[in-house]
């Protein structure tokens, strides 16, 4: 069994300490800062084994060397971007496993917000830490890949099962809904989930872990090539990343 623990940081980051229970192994996810994840892990009684980081972006690896000096832990990274992740140790690729204890994950190719980017998705539990490729209602902006890498890189999220558990590594999902709504107004299930989610937001809970089978249902950038939600959102006979890449530059603007 693996238990998440969400680390709130900066403006809108998330850092999660996973912790496999049967070994008390533990592993550490885009650490943007040391201080907090010092601080729970210190609460919590553990050491840190590992962390994984999903891109090079520095509020994804600012801590890796700080965390590494103090606890000897292992770096993990896209063996294709090793060279902009900071020490790191173990260089994985796309369809490569690896354990946290007892925990098994696989590796995605997520590229798309950077080339190299990568998603880690632990299968007994059905959860992904997927950085800043997919978001709760939006995706992460194209800064270095380009949409045909992105269209593939969701398509292989969007293949998970519905009750996947998404750990993204912001909390943007409010601005994200909005957008989503602007596309697409008069969807009562959408308006809805935007008030749920304003609820939440208001009382400062976080909106993820969010499920894939509701993005699958809201999100946008996961619905490029349904034919329905792009006549209704005014985008016809286009093909797929035609529809991604429109829909990318009015997020861009929103």
Known sequence: ??????????????????????????????????????????????????????????DHVGANIELKKKYSCKIIGNEKDSKRIPGIDIKLNEGDFFDIGKSK???????????????????????IFCGDTLFSFGCGRLFEGSPAQMVQSLLKIRSLPDHTKVYCAHEYTLNNANFALSLDPFNEKLKKKVTEIESKRSRNIPTIPCNLGDEKNFNPFLMFDNKDYLKRIGLNDLNDEESFKIIREMKDNF
């Open 1 to 58: 069994m693996l238990t998440v623990k969400q680390i709130p940081v900066l403006n809108d980051n998330y850092i999660y300490l996973i912790v496999d229970e049967k070994t008390q192994t533990s592993a550490c996810v885009d650490p943007a800062i040391s201080e907090p994840v010092i601080e729970t892990l210190e609460k919590e009684n553990l050491s840190l084994d590992f962390i994984l980081n999903t891109h090079h972006h520095f």
């Open 105 to 127: 994950c696989k590796i995605f190719d997520v590229s798309g917000h950077t080339k190299g980017h990568i998603a880690f998705y632990f299968m007994e539990e059905n959860l």
